[in-house]
């Protein structure tokens, strides 16, 4: 056997085992598009490379070599870490983000209360926004669009449960402050999130078809915000359509690259995605290519159709 044919039987059989395991993981994953691509390049790959055991001359020889050579060269060049690409930096807050002025506290605030005209005083301009969300129903509202008894219940009952145990919590706040630089602190958050249960963590550029339904997302450049330059969501656009719907939105969320389950097939994206820049991008366009630039929401589960 010639040693091309060797190689053609290699590739082909270690490219079948990636693809089945790719179409194994997104059938589990109900990422049907993403399947039945993994699938089609499960038979269509293999069976390309096989060819030089199907035709024995010399010109397909050299001509697989050649392709098979530069196949093996792109797949290093993935992962080799080189070139990393862009660093982040790490800028420090210059003060603390003001807790009262988040849209869950100002939801709480009612009408004709002292705290309601407390903080009306101190943030004039947050105003007219709130009393455009308070005409909406509200989170897990029975009048609210996508209102469904058993998920919107469930969660209030979540949400009250959560109310009762505050009173339950020992301790009182630590006056001692402990001095620590960001990139530590954001390092050990990251890690502890993942510890906890987070699928992953990361940063990626915003897409067009990230196409966010309240408008929140900026698509500008970054602006110095509070000492950083960073972007920022616009809080009273993306509540608004929360209290309109009745429920989070989460689209950002789920369309997110680094939204995917935490196993195998994606952890070995991550890793990837650390080591070189040349993967980063390519893992952006496989990402649209499998799951597509739009992703449709996914449909409930039967199980939550209690009606
Ligand atoms: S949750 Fe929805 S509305 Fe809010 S920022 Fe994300 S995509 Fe936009």
Excluded at 129 to 134: A, I, L, T
Excluded at 221 to 235: V, Y
Excluded at 293 to 299: G, I, L, N, S, V
Aim: include cysteine; hydrophobic fraction near 40%; proline fraction near 6%.
């Amino acid at each position: 056997m010639h040693w091309i044919q060797i190689v053609s039987a290699i590739l082909a059989g270690v490219s079948f085992l990636i693809l089945l395991t790719g179409a194994i993981y997104s059938l589990r994953e109900k990422e049907k598009r993403a399947a039945g691509l993994f699938f089609g390049a499960m038979i269509v790959i293999p069976v390309l490379l096989l060819i030089p055991l199907v035709i024995g001359s010399e010109v397909i020889f050299i001509v697989w070599g050649g392709l098979e050579a530069l196949l093996v060269l792109g797949v290093l060049s993935f992962v080799l870490p080189y070139p990393r690409g862009k660093r982040m930096t790490w800028d420090k807050p210059v003060k603390q983000i003001d807790e009262r002025t988040i849209m869950f506290s100002r939801n709480l605030l009612k009408e004709g209360t002292e705290a309601y005209a407390t903080y009306y005083r101190l943030y004039p301009q947050h105003l007219e926004p709130d009393s455009h969300f308070r005409k909406f129903p509200g989170l897990m509202s029975s009048e609210a669009r996508y209102f469904n008894p058993a998920t919107f219940y469930a969660a209030e009952a979540t949400f009250n449960v959560i109310e009762h145990l505050r009173d339950m919590a020992k301790g009182k706040p630590l006056n001692k402050k402990t001095a620590v630089s960001a990139p530590e602190l954001t390092r050990f958050l990251n890690q502890w999130s993942q510890k906890l249960g987070a699928v992953s963590f990361g940063v990626t550029r915003l897409q067009e078809y990230h196409k966010c339904p309240s408008n929140a997302i900026s698509f500008d450049d970054p602006n110095e915000i509070e000492g950083i330059t960073r972007w920022q969501i616009n809080q009273e656009a993306c509540f608004t359509l929360w209290k309109k719907i009745g429920t989070d939105c989460g689209r950002c969320v789920s369309v997110c690259p680094y939204s995917h389950p935490d196993n195998l097939l994606h952890n070995l994206v991550r890793k990837g995605l650390r080591q070189s820049a040349a993967f980063r991008k390519a893992a952006l366009k496989m990402d649209d290519f499998l799951y597509g630039r739009k992703p449709a929401p996914k449909k409930e589960e039967e199980w939550m159709r209690v009606r």
